[in-house]
């Protein structure tokens, strides 16, 4: 069974803006596009808390790191007409040498893939940026990174013996190559070459010919601290082709549909040598050009995966998975960088677990909102959950109901938090539940179907709590395969 547009609108309605309550995100865009199909893009929230204007379907995101498989995909195309050499040294194509003084050469393969040697790296701030060539000769020349002002080394390992390291810096090189081979901006490139053929023309970069229209309508960024966004202001950066994109979702999920999809626009090589595994990241998943890939090669989970973040004040995520029955991408933005974590897997940040969720519902072929009527409600009644999974479950205690009502009516708001509702009812009726499912042992059964609070709801408010794992409901790691 498959999703109608309707009824994937319907769901993700049903829990985009509650979620935006919540977490204190002040917009998103969310688009959902299948193989051979328009996307279906889903405003949500405010495009700038300080004026109070909505997110509408026109409005782009700046995507960060989204903007790598775009570089990539460039270089692609100009490896497979011969232009570029990918196992050649990368300044080979350069106008100054690009050199790894722990040893080993520097390829655009190992530029793309992040195990050039080159220390993990933010971005500076540039509030006039110079052309990207100019800017990458120069700070190649200084040999040292920016942050904190300490200049520790570029390189930290050699190039050929690198384990993956994010490298925004190496990928601005990389982009480069293709500058130079092409004498023409990358903006300009990729907008004839790879833009305009998919129908992409919410996209751009500083050297784009439509910067100025596309920029024009970019959301605002936000710090999040807590329940406060803090609005930015505008801000380049000198590695503007490896983070600096500004896109709408729908233009990025059309471009994963075109690299991961049986057909499409790229021939030749391109999007195999895209997909590639290269070498494993730090989270174990396998890393290729611009894009990260997990699950079994052959499943219909099997994911294709990128994450941006502009500094500190988007987000960025796209999921693609091109062995469903009907090859699908998900991608979701918002205009805001939570500072509890700068540099959240997609897993840990709110609007990742909603991506997450909404692929499940595709491959599934039903949605899952199961919620209570409040905020109040289902966070009460999930921590009666996870307390009965605690005792019942992991300790054998049986507690009656008298028991678990002293624990409700003896709670209370600490810190902080100490205005937020709280219903001891639900919290009763939580504890009883699980109690039950342990009891009869058929936890995950009833998690899966009887359940009131879905399961996006329960990872929602045990990240509210702080939690980073998300096992049902959420038992103690080293634990969790004994549960029934």
């Not at 699908?328 to 918002?334: A, E, G």
């Amino acid at each position: 069974m498959s999703l109608t547009p309707d009824a994937l609108r319907a769901a993700v309605d049903r829990v985009a803006p509650p979620m935006l309550g919540i977490t204190s995100t002040p917009g998103a865009l969310i688009s959902v596009g299948s193989a051979g199909e328009t996307p279906l893009t889903m405003p949500y929230g405010l495009a700038d808390v300080e004026s109070g204007a909505p997110v509408t379907v026109s409005h782009t995101m700046r995507v960060g790191s989204l903007g790598k498989l775009l570089v990539a995909t460039a270089i692609m195309r100009l490896a497979d007409s011969g232009a570029l050499d990918l196992d050649a040294p990368i300044d080979a194509y350069l106008p100054f040498p690009v050199v790894n003084p722990l040893g080993g050469t520097i390829t655009l393969a190992k530029a793309l893939s992040m195990v050039s040697g080159a220390a993990t790296d933010g971005y500076d701030w540039v509030a006039r940026p110079d052309p990207a060539m100019r800017y990458i000769e120069r700070v190649v020349k200084r040999g040292v990174v920016h942050e904190y002002g300490t200049d520790a080394p570029r390189f930290t390992s050699s190039a050929d013996a690198s384990g993956w390291q994010s490298s925004s810096f190496m990928y601005q090189v990389a982009a480069l190559t293709a500058e130079a081979v092409t004498g023409t901006p990358l903006g300009e490139y990729v907008k004839a070459e790879i833009l305009d053929p998919l129908d992409m023309h919410s996209t751009a970069w500083l050297d784009s010919p439509d910067w100025d229209e596309v920029r024009s309508r970019c959301t605002t960024g936000h710090m999040v601290f807590g329940d406060r966004a803090v609005p930015l202001p505008w801000h380049e950066c000198g590695t503007y082709h490896a983070v600096g994109a500004v896109m709408s979702c729908a233009d990025y999920t059309r471009l994963m549909l075109a690299l991961t999809g049986r057909e499409g626009l790229f021939g030749g090589d391109v999007a195999k040598e895209i997909l590639r595994p290269r070498t494993t990241a730090r989270d174990g998943s396998r890393v290729g050009f611009g894009v990260h890939l997990s699950g079994d090669p052959e499943a219909a989970d099997h994911c294709v995966r990128s994450v941006g973040h502009y500094a500190f004040g988007w987000w960025s995520v796209s999921l693609a998975y091109p062995n469903a029955a009907q090859p699908f991408c998900v991608t979701v933005s918002t205009n805001l960088a939570d500072q509890r974590d700068v540099f959240n897997p997609p897993d840990q940040y709110f609007f990742g677990i909603l991506a997450q969720e909404i692929a499940r519902w595709m491959l599934d072929g039903e949605t899952d909102t199961r919620s209570l009527p409040s905020h109040a409600e289902w966070n009460a009644y999930t921590m009666g959950l996870v307390a009965a999974d605690r005792f019942a479950g992991l300790l054998g205690a049986e507690l009656d109901k008298e028991q678990i009502s002293r624990m409700a009516k003896g709670s209370r708001g600490v810190g902080a938090s100490s205005a937020a509702a709280f219903d001891e009812a639900r919290f009763v009726e939580g504890y009883l539940d699980m109690q039950a499912a342990v009891r009869e042992q058929r936890i995950d059964a009833y998690l899966d179907t009887d359940c009131p609070v879905g399961g996006l709801f329960r990872k929602l408010a045990r990240r509210q709590w702080g939690s980073k794992g998300f096992e049902e409901p959420s038992p103690v790691r080293f634990w969790s395969d004994r549960r029934a």
